[in-house]
């Protein structure tokens, strides 16, 4: 299969140059062993039921060989990360060991987190850029110095749009039909209630609810949903799950990188409108939840309410991708007053942006997001976070270009991985 360029591609050569090692983290499947080997100079695999074994017999095994080193799945024999972290406080030097791993080991909150000696980078399934279905036109790291865009095209139309949303940025799926790419998720989502979550938990739970629960949280995909209201949508059927419950599923699908929060945005103000600051739920990879309840592109197509939906979901994966590069952190905005921003990217320098996201792109709907836009701009204490570096909304239509406000309009289809920062 052949090897496209991933975002992290980007950040994982400076990340080597000053830790010991590096953990790529990410959902299984997205791309992490491969991405591995393409920085490494030699490899191991820990999913080989054999490993377990030789390294009781010999640990030193796991880390012995050129360097980069990979090792793949480390979180299937945990112990590794000591003797790892032993070996960098040893070797005294940069770029030793890659990790990648598809969990978060159960007992990592009694392993030294390795400050200092171990990075972490989070990878998500392709964005549309990385898996080659965007025009690549729109860098987000240089928006702050374009005060206008003209030539901007999308390179996908509606429909073609739908296909992607269902289909999912797997690197497996690249050159496949879209009919097995609806298969494969399926298998995906039937997969992490009898094999990935058990694996986790230790205990394999009730099929009948977790499917239940994971179509519930497909529904209430980009929401603010709480554990308690997710178990009445499962209770609704007379099927019994507590809340308590509801949550460990919940950690558990955070915990193999399925579920992925967006938690709020913590800023001063102007008004005296009180922040919220509950986390919105959006899923890795949205594909999931069409897996999960059934739909396909076509039929997700014609309910443009959830496809809406959906599509915030499909820019919140790939935006926060971009943002990695620039090294950005990602939030929601909603405060007591209803004024809601859908993203907010805040950088490093402390500096701030905000993008709605809107399937449409009528007059009507990018009035609206402007209005939206322009308010929160007014609402933020400038005078303590400064003028936004930029305001835009991210659209599923044809054409970018700047409106009169300055508020830049540009399609999903049509943002490039930036350069890195």
Known sequence: MRYLARAVDKVLPELLSGFGGVVIEGARACGKTSTGLEHSASSIRLDDPRMSKLIELDPSYTLAGETPRLIDEWQLQPQVWNSLRHEIDARQKAGQF?????????????????????????????TLAESEKSSNLV??????????????????????????????????????????????????????????????????????????????????????VTASTLAKDVNA????????????????????????????????????????????????EPALACASLGISATVLAQDPEYFGQLFENMAVRDIRTYASVLDAQTFHYRDSNGLESDLILEFPDGSWAALEIKLGSSDKTLAQAEKTLLKLAHTVNTERRGQPRF????????????????????PLSALAVPEAS
């Open 98 to 126: 890659i990790l990648s791993g598809s969990a978060t080991p159960a007992d990592e909150a009694r392993r030294h987190t390795g400050v200092g000696r171990i990075g972490r980078l989070r990878m998500r399934p392709m």
């Open 139 to 224: 860098d987000l790291g240089q928006l702050t110095s374009k005060s206008k865009l003209s030539g901007v095209r999308a390179k996908l139309t509606y429909q073609e749009l739908a296909e992607a949303a269902v289909t999912g940025g797997w690197p497996s799926l690249l050159d496949q039909k879209l009919s097995f790419a609806m298969r494969f998720n399926r298998s995906y989502v039937e997969d992490l209630s009898t094999l990935h979550v058990p694996e986790l938990l230790g205990s394999r739970p009730d099929t009948v609810r977790f499917t239940r629960l994971f179509q519930s949280l497909s529904r209430n995909i980009g929401s603010e």
């Open 237 to 284: 059927d007379g099927t019994e799950i507590s809340a308590k419950s509801v949550r460990t599923y919940l950690d558990a699908l955070s915990r193999i990188f399925i579920l992925e929060e967006l938690p709020a945005w913590s800023v001063a103000v102007r008004s005296k409108a009180r922040l919220r600051n509950q986390a919105k739920l959006m899923l890795t």
């Open 391 to 410: 305001l835009a909304v991210i659209t599923g239509g044809e054409f970018g270009f700047t409106l009169e406000s300055g508020i830049h309009v540009i």
